[in-house]
Structure formats: C-alpha cells, structure tokens
C-alpha cells in the first residue's frame, strides 16, 4: 500500500482523474507508456456500425512486437477483447518485473511472437541444466533449456523461440485503408549466439474493420544456410466465462501422438484424429471439460486459407484465425478446462523438429540460404455465430 501511495504521489496530475472516480487500476494502467523499455504502440480506428468490426491493437516493440491486446467492437456490447490478457499495468508487472532472463512470461498472456523455433526441442543438457544441445545436418545447434514440467521425472527442454525479449527497430506507423498499421524490424542476428546465419525480421501487423493481419518476413542476411521456422502464442478470450459450451473447429484430419501432457513430446507417429480430437465439424465442437495441448496437421485448406474457428454460443461471438501461409503445416491448440483461453498456435512445425523420432519426415523447418526469405501471415476475423 505505501508503494501504491507513492507512486500516486508521483503522479499528482492523475489524482483528479481518481477523485473522478476511475479506479487506481485505471490510472495505474494509463501511466504505463512503456513495456520493455520501447513505448506501447496502439493502433486504433472508430467502430460502431451495425456488425462487428476491430477496434483496436496494442503491441509491444520492446518485447519482440507481442501482441497484447485487439478490441472488437460488438453492436449492442461495445468493446470486446478478443485475446485474454492484463491490462497495461498487469502486463508490465509480469514482463518488466517478474518475467526471468530469457522472457518465458512473454508467451503466458497475449500473443507472442516465436521465431526460430515455435514449441519444444529436446537434446543433450548441459552439466548445469541451463541450455542443450542438438544438432541440424550435421552442425550442433546450442539452445536455452527454458521449460520443463511439473512431473517427477519431467525433461528439461527449449520451448518458443528466441525473440521473446527482442527490442524492434524502425518503428512507424501509418493510416491505411480503414484503419493503421504497423511495421518493425528486429535485427535478430544469430538469435544471441544459437544459430547458424544472421536473420532480420519484418514484423507488420494491420488493423481494419473487417480483419487484423500479423505477417513476419524473415530474411538470412548471414552468410551460412539455417532452418527456420514461424509461429505465435495467442491465447482467445471466451467472453461468456462458460468454457464447456465453446465450440472449436480446428480443419486438421492428422494428430502426433505425445508421451503425456507434462512433457508433450511427440512420438513421432501421426494418427488419424479421432474422438474428442476430431474438431473438423463445420459448426465446432463443445470444449466441454475436454483438455488439449495437441499438435493437428494434414490441415484443410479452404479458400486459401487454414482456418480455426472458436465460437461462443453465450455470448454470441466468433472469432476465426486464418493461417494464409503455405509453410503453415501444423497448428497447436492449448486449452486447460479450468482456464477462460483457447491458444491456437498456427506454425510451419511439428514440435521437436530436430528430433530423431521423425525419421526422414519434413518437420515443417524452412531452409534459407543466404539472402532468401519466408512469409509467416495469419488474419483475425470476428463474428456473431
């Protein structure tokens, strides 16, 4: 409470604003004008026609151009928030005070960006548990041991990316059509000494009524090939707070087979979905108190694109995730019964790419010679059901 009092007192101009009646929350979430020591870019646009339509995006530079909010603006209701996160306040809490040296928060709220790698790698662990090592034809690759279960017995192991504290250059943003964009780059180098080239990223992410579109164009500006992949970490709001009666369609007719959901790690066998893992009805299936940390692949693909689809029958809302990239081969889906979040994870990998289980099989990694590149772009569209 005293350091509540004090940061008040570092801000008197607000005091009225809290005498006004808005809440210390409120305040305290519009003082924060920087997360990861880059300021918060917003896009925003006016919406209120008589269908649903975006309202706004909130990203953040200073930690690998993570989204951390989109509003939708629902007739009748007002703004919605499509992704389940803190507010402003909450976040900077969790990723400028609590987070740990590599950024793992960073993929607990939001959407997080995950390159080279989106999910898990196994390998070798070092004699102090603090990174592993495995290898890509023929050339060792040495990676952050940053995740592990709960269970006894659970492998330590590298989970999402390197870019999860990444600052962004050349920031800007512009009017478009409808609404704004934004466009940084994050001159990611060889991801901190774990890689083989030199790798720049273009991060763009556009607001319009009708969609909001990420894209990440990653070029090898190095001098070596390397293998690279693509994805993100969004977890979907469930507006109702009734998580048993939100339909998930998700169009894949394949799922890999894991040891256990503590570990997650595949087999290397890749079955006919079947059960509560056929989510290919056209309407969704309820979530019911069904748990999910599963990887779906052999995806259909329907105009161009290979899209989920979670529905909110409660609350009368929808919301479809597009994956618009033809090295999109997998798409990973998160769903704990106790939680109000669904995280759709459309990536171009299966987890444990590297890994000796697949045999021969194209794990989904991109190889890029040097001077090459790889589009990852996945659109947001919202609905009444």
Do not use: C
Request: proline share 6%; net charge neutral.
């Amino acid at each position: 409470m005293k350091l509540l009092f004090r940061t008040l007192a570092a801000l008197p101009v607000v005091l009225p604003v809290v005498m006004a009646g808005l809440s210390v929350a409120a305040v305290r979430a519009q003082a924060i004008t920087e997360i990861g020591g880059q300021k918060i870019v917003t896009l925003t646009r006016a919406a209120g026609g008589a269908r649903p339509e975006f309202s706004s995006v909130t990203i953040l530079p200073g930690r690998g151009m993570e989204i951390l909010q989109v509003t939708a603006n629902f007739p009748g209701k007002g703004n919605v928030d499509v992704l389940a996160s803190p507010d402003l306040a909450g976040a900077a809490k969790m990723l400028d005070q609590d987070d740990d040296a590599f950024g793992d928060l960073g993929y607990r709220l939001g959407a997080a960006f995950l390159v080279p790698y989106p999910n898990r790698i196994r390998g070798k662990l070092s004699a102090d548990g603090k990174t592993l090592t495995t290898e890509w034809q023929g050339h060792a690759l040495t990676l952050p041991a940053n995740n592990i279960g709960h269970n006894p017995g659970a492998e330590r192991h590298a989970m999402h990316g390197l870019i999860l504290k990444s600052k962004t250059e050349d920031v800007s943003v512009k009017e478009v059509q409808g609404g704004q964009q934004v466009t940084g780059v994050i001159h990611a180098g060889n991801f901190g000494g774990h890689w083989f080239s030199k790798t720049d990223l273009v991060v763009t992410i556009t607001l319009t009524a009708d969609a909001v579109d990420a894209s990440i164009v990653a070029k090898n500006v190095g001098g070596e090939a390397e293998p690279i992949a693509i994805g993100w970490h969004p977890y979907f709001n469930l507006p109702s707070g009734d998580r048993t009666q939100v339909r998930l369609h998700i169009p894949g007719s394949s799922l890999a087979e894991v040891d256990n959901y503590d570990n997650v790690f595949p087999s290397g066998k890749i079955e006919p979905v079947k059960g509560q893992y056929d989510l290919r009805s056209p309407g969704g299936v309820p979530l019911a108190k069904n748990f999910y940390d599963d990887n779906w692949s052999d995806l259909g693909w329907k105009n161009g694109a290979a899209t989920v689809q979670i529905i909110d029958p409660a609350a009368k809302y929808g919301v479809r995730i597009e994956g618009l990239s033809p090295e999109i081969k997998t798409i990973q889906a998160y769903a704990p019964p106790a939680k109000e979040f669904v995280a759709i994870e459309h990536q171009y990998n299966f987890a444990d790419p590297f890994g000796k289980e697949w045999g021969s099989k194209d794990t989904g990694m991109v190889t890029l010679k040097p001077g090459q590149s790889t589009r990852w772009h996945v659109r947001l569209r919202v609905f009444v059901p």
